[in-house]
């Protein structure tokens, strides 16, 4: 066996080919590496601060492939995380009597050092059907706590090696039909 992956018909090209579509136009990322903190006891969602990114797809049957990855702190509680096409939540749940729509949430109780790297479990695919320019970004609350959300750092700002400082990214590619 070589390793060769084909397209079953016998031409054995080392590379895997592709169906109609689906080349990769662009790819943009947003890089954090600095800490963040947002403190809030509502459940109004806000923007993390330097995880946005804009791009401007190249044809209205572009698709938009969208990946994150943040890692959070913070001391006790909950945290919700939501995708924003704009002004619109796009990759969240259904809704369900109380429950906070999100893309993502976590839970830590009583770690200041602890981290949690929170990424979509899965790769949002949007279809924005437009030309113009698109700003995605993430969004958390704390929901009915009040407590202070650290991006990249635990929530507790010790100079301490264990204190880990940490990096979080957003990445959109554009995939041509």
């Not at 018909?9 to 689906?22: C, D, P, V």
Request: proline content about 3%.
């Amino acid at each position: 066996m070589s390793g060769i992956i084909s397209d079953n018909t016998g031409r054995g090209t080392g590379l895997i080919k592709a169906a109609a579509g689906g080349k990769i136009g662009q790819v943009l990322q947003a890089q954090k590496t600095d800490r963040s903190t947002i403190s809030s006891s509502s459940t109004t969602f806000q923007d993390i601060p330097g995880m946005t990114i804009d791009i401007t797809p190249v044809a209205t049957s572009s698709k938009i492939l969208i990946h994150v990855s943040v890692t959070v702190g913070y001391d006790e509680g909950s945290n919700h995380m939501r995708l924003i096409r704009d002004t619109t939540p796009i990759a969240i749940g259904d809704e369900d009597g109380d429950r906070g729509r999100c893309t993502v949430a976590t839970r830590t109780a009583g770690a200041p050092y602890a981290l949690d790297n929170v990424a979509m479990s899965n790769s949002w695919l949007d279809s924005p059907s437009s030309t113009s320019a698109l700003t995605y970004k993430l969004q958390t609350t704390q929901g009915t706590y009040t407590e202070v959300i650290c991006i990249n750092s635990g929530a507790t700002n010790a100079d301490l090696f264990y204190a880990s400082q940490c990096v979080s990214t957003i990445t959109v590619m554009e995939i041509l039909a």
